[in-house]
């Protein structure tokens, strides 16, 4: 006989006051943002703390649940491996097929002058479903930004971040394409690779879903670089694309829009800096 699945208590009105003000202490003496309650991430860490403490009889020590950072650290590189090895078949796959997107980004902090790589991947399966994944976010050494040197630890960069995939050999035999902004660093590293970066007249061809007129565009902007793919262009009305590669375009579109509110916020504040420096 299988026994029926009893629904979760209900907390009363004073416990919940309890917690309630237990959570808004701690936000507030440690100066956390308020939706900072409302992560997933916390949510699930508690379900899961609150699961495994149904086993036990009695009180836990808190001391047993709370894990110091140097743990959390550690544990990073951990679960890093056990979940690239998970994407590592699936990545694979899709770039044997010449499937693979990836979307290299580079960016600086300025105030702690550090690089940082930044790499997500798409592809679109046969029944026309869009997956991306964040590969990394990790940083590099970057010797002369406008040297050939730069170029060199550009390329490095990813090709390191790729083989820890095992892509790198689908890189080399140019299986995998690449997409990205027209950062001059950027297009001249991947020269040598399947490229296309984001095209003004082929976005405004589609104003339903991609609207570029917020964007400033300059001569250079406007000019078309050849494709390097060996197939035929093909005419598609929006209308006729399944929903799917809609989304994809969706995605292209709202990436384009937050990387140009980003650079704004960045100028703004660089503009404030040399302001009250003066």
């Known amino acids: 006989m299988k026994l029926k699945k009893l629904p979760p208590l209900k907390l009363n009105s004073k416990d919940r006051t309890i917690i309630q003000d237990e959570f808004t202490k701690w936000i507030c003496s440690s100066i956390r943002p308020f939706n900072l309650i409302s992560d997933l991430g916390l949510k699930a860490t508690l379900q899961t703390i609150f699961d495994i ?35 590592r078949p699936i990545l694979i796959e899709q770039a044997e097929s010449g499937a693979l997107v990836v979307c290299p980004d580079f960016w600086t902090d300025n105030h702690k002058k550090m690089n940082y790589l930044g790499l997500t991947v ?63 660093n950027t297009l001249k590293a991947l020269k040598w690779y399947p490229h296309h970066h984001h095209q003004q007249k082929a976005t405004k061809k589609l104003p ?42 969706k995605t292209i579109t709202t990436s384009k829009k937050l990387v140009k509110y980003v650079k704004l916020v960045s100028k703004v504040a660089n503009t404030t800096k040399r302001f009250i420096s003066l």
């Not at 990790?138 to 170029?151: C, H, P, S, Y």
């Open 122 to 184: 798409y592809f679109v399966t046969n029944g026309y479903e869009l997956f991306t994944f964040d590969l990394c976010c990790t940083r590099f050494n970057e010797i002369d930004k406008t040297g050939v040197g730069a170029l060199k630890v550009f390329l490095y960069a990813i090709r390191e971040q790729l083989n820890l995939f095992g892509l790198l050999s689908y890189m080399d035999n140019n299986k995998i394409t690449f997409t990205s902004d027209r950062g001059a």
């Open 53 to 87: 403490c149904k086993k036990y009889q009695g009180s836990i020590n808190i001391d047993d649940i709370l894990v110091t950072p140097t743990t959390i650290s550690n544990n990073v590189k951990k679960l890093a491996e056990y979940y690239r090895s998970l994407l």
């Open 208 to 249: 339903h879903v991609c609207d570029s007129s917020s964007d400033s565009s300059s001569p250079e902007d406007d000019t078309i670089a050849p494709s390097p793919s060996k197939h035929g262009e093909a005419n598609t009305v929006l209308s006729d694309l399944p929903p799917k590669p809609e989304e994809v375009l």
